[in-house]
T-cell receptor
Framework: SQTIHQWPATLVQPVGSPLSLECTVE??????LYWYRQAAGRGLQLLFY??????ISSEVPQNLSASRPQDRQFILSSKKLLLSDSGFYLC?????????????FGPGTRLTVL | KQEVTQIPAALSVPEGENLVLNCSFT??????LQWFRQDPGKGLTSLLL?????REQTSGRLNASLDKSSGRSTLYIAASQPGDSATYLC??????????FGTGTRLTVIP
């Protein structure tokens, strides 16, 4: 069966510090991978998605970046965190044709920027 | 641009009651609609996915319906239990690679 992992589970970082959140998927090959953010009191917002190694698409302009160094690994990064980067970050995966298939979500990382 | 709205924003019911959560979307040209639950501080759990060609899907005590022409979906929960307490989100894909989420309905089932 497929599983999706995210770490760390929680993170408190000062403004201006770097960020690296990791997501890995097991039990599937060539998944589509996604990073979402849920800010306090708001719905989920898609940040990045990837259809393959090294292929990253960004949905919103921001100071975050994403990378996919391996087929089942998706990393969310920032060189300098802003207060507005605080939120709950969710990684998700889906099969090759997401228009007809389910997205499965990881447990999330709660990031607090002070 | 697709807009997804969920009503009510919050709902409290006594244990054992049947309840309905509503989701509406502005662009009816959808491929599918997905319902999730989110427990406090945790990730999303997929509940049901309805393809655009389907009218409803059932899983246990959950039944989701879809009316594309009116831009509506409902999630029916039968015989609610305290363990059903969570935030319920509906989501539709506007394109090939992402989902538009509603803001959710926070459900509290009172023992």
């Amino acid at each position: 069966s497929q599983t999706i992992h995210q770490w760390p589970a929680t993170l408190v970082q000062p403004v201006g510090s770097p960020l690296s959140l990791e997501c890995t998927v097991e039990g599937t090959s060539n998944p589509n991978l996604y990073w979402y953010r849920q800010a306090a009191g708001r719905g989920l917002q898609l940040l990045f998605y990837s259809v393959g190694i090294g292929q990253i698409s960004s949905e919103v302009p921001q100071n975050l970046s994403a990378s996919r160094p391996q087929d089942r690994q998706f990393i969310l990064s920032s060189k300098k965190l802003l207060l507005s980067d605080s939120g709950f970050y969710l990684c998700a995966w889906s099969d090759l044709y997401p228009t007809t298939d389910t997205q499965y979500f990881g447990p999330g990382t709660r990031l607090t920027v002070l | 641009k697709q807009e997804v709205t969920q009503i009510p924003a919050a709902l409290s019911v006594p244990e054992g009651e049947n309840l309905v959560l509503n989701c509406s979307f502005t662009d009816s040209a959808i491929y599918n609609l997905q319902w999730f639950r989110q427990d406090p501080g945790k990730g999303l759990t997929s509940l049901l996915l309805i393809q655009s060609s389907q009218r409803e899907q059932t899983s246990g005590r959950l039944n989701a319906s879809l009316d594309k022409s009116s831009g509506r979906s409902t999630l029916y929960i039968a015989a609610s239990q305290p363990g059903d307490s969570a935030t319920y989100l509906c989501a539709v894909p506007p394109g090939a690679n992402n989902l538009f989420f509603g803001t959710g309905t926070r459900l509290t089932v009172i023992p």
